[in-house]
């Protein structure tokens, strides 16, 4: 396959991802999984050859190109690979025990946002305290809050100086499968279609409320201190999460508190399949509880070369607005990078060049999202 139909077009639209059958050729997968497996212990595989091959030697350039736009081809990639493992005694970011988690160990989160180790016993003091000891606890210590704070994951607490946007951005995701996942529970990423509607109009209704995006913006609390280890990450406003909720017409599964999460829908892939999605979906990974081999996913973070002309994007940062460990880029006289981010947030479609008429056809169709009784 060489091509991007209108039908997978408009299942992107409104689904927000579409999977693309047999778009890498068989020789490639085999390349990039003899790659991993001759991987020496603690050696990074995010610059091989054989794994960028998976977007820049396959038909995934061409339908990127035709859907979306030009891109920088990925020099990165995010190897995502999982090992079988069953329900695990730790707690994750969410600030639950990962064996507590619904859906294959839920963790349902927006792309982009700062995250630190999560404490693995219960941390105590008033939330202001907390809130200074997690943000200290990333790899530049403690520097109070400010925009040069940075995550375990690189990402960091505020992508701009003036501190009023912490979500950085690109366009599209594309994975890549290696392996079989067409059965559930083997590991897949998982999304909840539908989703990247909701998670915009929540960055538009910030935006439209005072311009700050993301966490510590209206109606999204940085940290929850009401979960079991009292501090854990808000991927995802509550707001966001009771409308996620309501797409799907099950009753969702609750951790043993009795909150509810939204129920996501696993990406099922053949080896040599790509999935793409738009960058404001909602997705989380799953524990790999049946699988008979590692998951293995290769994951590129893509941005629309328009947005930065100047600015190379490797592949594999979700914060190329800034240095991978959160360095300060300089930018030309005229070109505030956090004006433009902020539009393609609350404007997510304006970045798909290729989808512009789909755009146009169905957008009248779908109702409004509002977000007006946001506490």
């Given amino acids: 396959m060489n091509?991007?139909?209108?039908?997978?077009?408009?299942?992107?639209?409104?689904?927000?991802?579409?999977?693309?059958?047999?778009?890498?050729?068989?020789?490639?997968?085999?390349?990039?999984?003899?790659?991993?497996?001759?991987?020496?212990?603690?050696?990074s595989l995010a610059e091989a050859v054989a794994l960028t091959d998976l977007v820049n030697r396959s038909?995934?350039?061409?339908?990127?190109?035709?859907?979306?736009?030009?891109?920088?081809?990925p020099s990165h990639c995010h190897v995502g690979v999982t090992k079988q493992s069953l329900p695990r005694d730790f707690y994750t970011p969410l600030g639950y025990k990962e064996k507590d988690l619904p859906y294959f160990g839920h963790g349902m989160h927006a792309e982009g946002l700062f995250t630190v180790a999560p404490p693995q016993e219960r941390i105590e003091g008033t939330?202001?305290?907390?809130?200074?000891?997690?943000i200290a606890s990333g790899?530049?210590?403690?520097?109070?809050?400010?925009?040069?704070?940075?995550?375990?994951?690189?990402?960091?607490?505020?992508?701009?100086?003036?501190?009023?946007?912490?979500?950085?951005s690109f366009t599209a995701f594309v994975i890549v499968a290696l392996n079989d996942q067409t059965l559930e529970g083997v590991g897949q990423t998982a999304v909840v279609p539908g989703g990247h509607r909701v998670l915009e109009a929540f960055y538009r209704w910030q935006y439209e409320n005072g311009g700050r995006i993301g966490p510590e913006g209206p109606g999204w609390p940085r940290f929850n201190y009401n979960v079991p280890n009292?501090?854990?990450?808000?991927?995802?406003?509550?707001?966001?999460?009771?409308?996620?909720?309501?797409?799907?017409?099950?009753?969702?599964?609750?951790?043993?508190?009795?909150?509810?999460?939204?129920?996501?829908?696993?990406?099922?892939?053949?080896?040599?399949?790509?999935?793409?999605?738009?960058?404001?979906?909602?997705?989380?990974?799953?524990?790999?509880?049946?699988?008979?081999?590692?998951?293995?996913?290769?994951?590129f973070r893509i941005r629309n070369k328009?947005?930065?002309?100047?600015?190379?994007?490797?592949?594999?940062s979700d914060h190329p607005d800034r240095g991978m460990m959160g360095e300060w880029l300089s930018y030309e006289e005229g070109n505030n990078?956090?004006?433009?981010?902020?539009?393609?947030?609350?404007?997510?479609?304006?970045?798909?060049?290729?989808?512009?008429?789909?755009?146009?056809?169905?957008t009248p169709k779908l109702p409004e999202i509002t977000f007006d009784t946001v506490p």
């Fill in 127 to 134: 939330p202001d305290e907390i809130y200074s000891r997690m």
């Fill in 139 to 168: 790899p530049r210590g403690d520097i109070g809050r400010s925009a040069d704070v940075i995550g375990s994951n690189t990402d960091p607490l505020f992508q701009d100086p003036e501190m009023t946007l912490s979500v950085g």
């Fill in 59 to 73: 038909s995934v350039t061409p339908i990127l190109q035709e859907v979306m736009g030009q891109f920088d081809p």
């Fill in 230 to 299: 009292g501090a854990g990450h808000v991927y995802l406003p509550d707001a966001v999460q009771k409308k996620l909720i309501a797409l799907d017409s099950k009753a969702p599964e609750t951790t043993p508190d009795g909150i509810a999460w939204p129920r996501p829908k696993q990406i099922l892939m053949e080896p040599g399949d790509a999935a793409i999605t738009i960058f404001q979906m909602p997705h989380t990974g799953t524990r790999n509880e049946y699988g008979t081999e590692s998951r293995k996913n290769m994951i």
């Fill in 306 to 316: 328009k947005r930065q002309p100047g600015k190379i994007v490797t592949g594999v």
């Fill in 337 to 362: 990078p956090w004006v433009r981010s902020k539009k393609a947030l609350v404007n997510m479609w304006n970045e798909w060049d290729g989808m512009q008429d789909i755009v146009d056809q169905e």
């Fill in 3 to 43: 091509t991007i139909t209108n039908e997978h077009r408009r299942t992107l639209f409104h689904d927000g991802y579409v999977v693309l059958k047999n778009v890498v050729s068989q020789s490639l997968v085999d390349s990039a999984r003899a790659r991993i497996k001759s991987a020496k212990k603690g050696e």
